[in-house]
C-alpha cells in the first residue's frame, strides 16, 4: 500500500471549492437587479440593514453562501417576501435546485 494521498477522495478536493449554482444566482440576481453603480457599498448595506462586507460578497462573481436570514434580511428592507424572490430568481434563471461547479484555486 502506498502512502500517496492524491487518489484519496479526502484530498482529491482539498484544492477546490464548491459553488453552488442557487447561491450564485441569488447573489447575481441582486447585484444586477437591485444594486447601482452609483450607490456605494455601505449605502446599499445600510438601506437593506446589512453591512457593507457582505455587499462586497454579494457582488463576487461567484457571490458567496449567502444565509437565509441575510437574505430575509434584504428581502424585507427591499418590501418583498422571501418566495416572492424565489419566483423571480426561477422566472430569472429558469431553475433552483442543488447543482454546484467546483472551482479549483488555480481558476480563481
Not at 73 to 90: A, M, P, R, V
Amino acid at each position: 500500500m502506498t502512502n500517496d494521498n492524491t487518489h484519496n477522495s479526502k484530498y482529491e478536493n482539498k484544492e477546490s471549492v464548491k459553488i453552488f449554482l442557487v447561491d450564485k444566482y441569488v447573489c447575481n440576481y441582486i447585484c444586477e437587479k437591485w444594486m447601482s453603480a452609483n450607490v456605494s457599498n455601505r449605502s446599499f448595506g445600510k438601506s437593506h440593514g446589512i453591512h457593507e462586507s457582505i455587499v462586497r460578497k454579494i457582488k463576487e462573481v461567484d457571490g458567496y453562501r449567502i444565509p437565509v436570514s441575510t437574505l430575509t434580511t434584504i428581502c424585507f428592507y427591499k418590501g418583498i417576501k422571501l418566495s416572492d424572490f424565489f419566483k423571480l430568481i426561477e422566472e430569472e434563471y429558469n431553475q433552483i435546485n442543488d447543482d454546484f461547479v467546483l472551482k479549483t484555486k488555480k481558476d480563481a
